[in-house]
């Protein structure tokens, strides 16, 4: 049991170093991608405050994120 944790967790932390260094080198590319500004997502200015609450953003990087580690399952599985 104690290796199959040590495993996902290696897997996990490679998994962000993967996306960290995609984001790092295109970081240039990444800055018209509108993510934190999708149709969707909450924002109440007001003169004193400001609240913002990425739902549609949040929704999306929550599937994203789902859809990778039931790959990552998948194919430690086989």
């Known amino acids: 049991m104690i ?5 996902s ?3 996990i932390g490679l998994i ?4 960290g260094g995609l984001f790092w080198l295109s970081a240039s590319t990444l800055r018209s991608f509108p993510i ?3 149709p969707g997502d ?7 405050f400001t609240v913002y ?5 949040g929704l999306l990087l929550s599937l994203v994120l789902s859809a ?3 790959l ?3 194919l430690t599985d086989r």
């Open 16 to 19: 962000f170093l993967l996306v």
């Open 9 to 11: 967790l290696v897997t």
């Open 68 to 70: 990778v580690l039931w």
């Open 42 to 48: 909450i924002l109440i200015q007001k003169e004193n």
């Open 3 to 7: 290796t199959e944790i040590a495993k």
């Open 36 to 38: 934190g500004r999708l």
């Open 72 to 74: 990552v399952q998948w």
């Open 53 to 57: 609450f990425p739902l549609t953003t």
